[in-house]
């Protein structure tokens, strides 16, 4: 079945440092992509989506690309800042929004 | 503000009873989408709804049900209440069907703790 595999935490860097998270996926045809955000006490909310291959999601100064021959949507961001502190999840949904999976989210600690 | 509520935030209650949770999704989204996070098990998908019916089952346990309304509010029951039950429940609703998207993205409420001593 379909599923996301996401890197393990947690992760901590200094800020001002390069972030990269990975992804990858497993689906049966063209599923849309989403990283969502969980800061502290709070609820997910969506950072950025992707719903074709190739098509590059970006908010906030991250970005992932959909890359259907990797299987991988992979976030980055350039500098990274202590309020970027918080768990990150991958996600995907097939086309007929039945299903939606989540990865098990990765925790990111960002010291001064 | 995702638009999405969940009541009550907090709730303490003791082993085997049951407790109700409220969702109202976003105005116009059909499907509502309900998670347990624990410490120890990630994000887990319980169950969906869309436009008052079923839609896709998760990791549920038998001891909980959900429903949706007319109104397309929701409620999540618990019951039989065990120690391991304490958890973050979020609810989220989509989109999906209502504005021909072809992707299902979900707006998160605040979750509600639920705490079973």
């Known amino acids: 079945g379909d599923s996301v595999t996401q890197m393990e935490g947690p992760v901590t860097l200094s800020e001002e440092a390069f972030l990269t998270i990975n992804c990858t996926y497993t689906?049966?045809?063209?599923?849309?992509l989403f990283w969502y955000v969980q800061y502290p006490g709070e609820g997910l909310q969506l950072l950025l989506k992707a719903t074709k291959a190739d098509d590059k999601g970006s908010n906030k100064g991250f970005e992932a690309t959909y890359r259907k021959e990797t299987t991988s949507f992979h976030l980055e961001k350039g500098s990274v800042q202590v309020s970027d502190s918080a768990v990150y999840f991958c996600a995907l949904s097939d086309r007929t929004g039945n299903q939606f999976y989540f990865g098990t989210g990765t925790s990111l600690t960002v010291i001064p | 503000d995702s638009g999405v509520t969940q009541t009550p935030k907090h709730l303490i209650t003791a082993t085997g009873q049951r407790v109700t949770l409220r969702c109202s999704p976003r105005s116009g989204d059909l499907s509502v989408y309900w998670y347990q996070q624990s410490l120890d098990q990630g994000l887990q998908f319980l169950i969906q709804?869309?436009?008052?019916?079923?839609?896709a089952k998760g990791n549920i346990l038998e001891r909980f049900s959900a429903q949706q309304f007319p109104d397309l509010h929701s409620e999540l029951n618990l019951s039989s209440l065990e120690l391991g039950d304490s958890a973050l429940y979020f609810c989220?609703?989509?989109?999906?069907?209502?504005?021909?998207?072809?992707?299902?993205?979900?707006?998160f409420g605040p979750g509600t703790r639920l705490t079973v001593l």
């Open positions: 689906a049966t045809g063209y599923p849309s």
């Open positions: 989220a609703s989509s989109p999906f069907g209502t504005s021909g998207e072809t992707y299902n993205e979900q707006f």
């Open positions: 709804y869309y436009n008052g019916e079923e839609r």
